[in-house]
């Protein structure tokens, strides 16, 4: 396996949809190919790369810049998955550096991750990877009827 990482294109919808659901975040195609045309739109705060190997998508990264008033921007990795057959080939440390990399090309000094409280092993590849764990919260979120 040679695997390669470059921007994502529009045309990895289908592979992209069957990742997040990997992830915990069952996603159909034409959901995430409306979300991701977004992202793609704003290449100046959002960035996506994915990892191919042999012709298939095998994972991806999505990154965002968060400018925030009461500290310095981070970028924040929005989302973070590689194939379950592919995992422990370093493919994971491979995007995550190529979003801190887009970070200091940005001139921002931090790169943040939320993780959920119960992958254990997503921790330890953080923590191997050089972040650490700075605090506990919980998230809150609130539906709000769409307009019409």
Not at 119 to 143: C, D, M, N, V
């Given at each position: 396996?040679?695997?390669?990482?470059?921007?994502?294109?529009?045309?990895?919808?289908?592979?992209?949809?069957?990742?997040?659901?990997?992830?915990?975040?069952?996603?159909?195609?034409?959901?995430?190919?409306?979300?991701?045309?977004?992202?793609?739109?704003?290449?100046?705060?959002?960035?996506?790369?994915?990892?191919?190997?042999?012709?298939?998508?095998?994972g991806w990264i999505h990154g965002f810049e968060r400018?925030?008033?009461?500290?310095?921007?981070?970028?924040e990795v929005g989302g973070l998955v590689v194939a379950?057959?592919?995992?422990?080939?370093?493919?994971?440390?491979?995007?995550?550096?190529?979003?801190?990399?887009?970070?200091?090309?940005?001139?921002?000094?931090?790169?943040?991750?939320?993780?959920?409280?119960?992958?254990?092993?997503?921790?330890?590849?953080?923590?191997?990877?050089?972040?650490?764990?700075?605090?506990?919260?919980?998230?809150?979120?609130?539906?709000?009827?769409?307009?019409a």
């Open positions: 396996m040679n695997p390669t990482l470059r921007p994502a294109r529009p045309a990895d919808a289908d592979a992209l949809a069957a990742l997040a659901t990997q992830l915990g975040y069952p996603t159909d195609r034409a959901t995430l190919a409306a979300r991701l045309a977004l992202l793609l739109a704003a290449p100046e705060q959002h960035f996506v790369c994915v990892v191919e190997a042999e012709g298939r998508v095998c400018p925030l008033l009461e500290s310095d921007s981070c970028v379950e057959d592919c995992r422990g080939q370093g493919l994971g440390a491979r995007l995550l550096a190529a979003c801190e990399a887009w970070a200091a090309a940005r001139d921002v000094a931090e790169v943040s991750v939320r993780c959920a409280e119960q992958r254990h092993a997503a921790h330890r590849f953080y923590r191997r990877e050089g972040y650490r764990h700075i605090k506990t919260q919980l998230t809150f979120r609130k539906a709000l009827a769409k307009s």
